[in-house]
């Protein structure tokens, strides 16, 4: 449950609407629109959880386009420079360095996610958001030893707090009749830039559609071809 917390910032923060034709999201074939939750510990420690989790409610991320969907969630099987400097992309006897396992494909579906009347997302990337929020948290942003502004390199930063404290001052922000003045974050994915959406749980969300990931997606293709990663 949301509860208001914080002074309203004197400048209104920029915000983006949800794209009306919906977004993308590479999910578990058992729960294509699960949450991401996080425990108080977990969004203690900076490495942790996902970028804009929020500790006492759920997040679904999703990105604009299926491009995006795929250089988000394969990310995490890109090889390491050192790995590559002593393997190479081909090692004898072993999965060839940057295999992705048949099993994550087949785990996994295509869904198109609409938000039905959504509030505005709070726009995380425009300027004039982070000067208006770096003044609104300076405190919060102190507690962490942050001496620089808020600025674009924080939010993609690999500390975590700072999203998270951005996040949880969106999640927590009312109107005066007590019902939540956003729906969550729009942000850009800072593999490359595309489009992406944090949508915090009490959105009603439908799928409106469903497909198998396949090996001929085109979008999966550059992405493979980008990350040096073998699809099986």
Known sequence: MRN?????PEAQVACRQFPVKGAIRIARRDS???????????AEMPFSGNRYDVPGGGILYCATNLEGCYAETLARYRPSPGVIAALGLHADGYMNVGSVPAD???????????????????DVENPRTLATLGEVLA???AALDIEQPLDVSLMRGRNRHVPRLVSRWAYVQQNEDGTPRYSGIR?????????CWAIFDGTPLTQAEQAAVSLEDPELVTIASMYKLTIH
Do not use: H, M, N
């Open 4 to 8: 208001e917390e914080g002074a309203e």
């Open 32 to 42: 294509p629109l699960a949450l991401s939750w996080i425990s108080v510990a977990d």
């Open 104 to 122: 994550w494909r087949l785990r996994r579906v295509k869904t198109r996610v609409l938000c039905q009347e959504p509030l505005p997302f709070v």
């Open 139 to 141: 405190k919060d942003l």
């Open 187 to 195: 942000y850009e994915s800072k593999l490359g830039g595309w489009e």
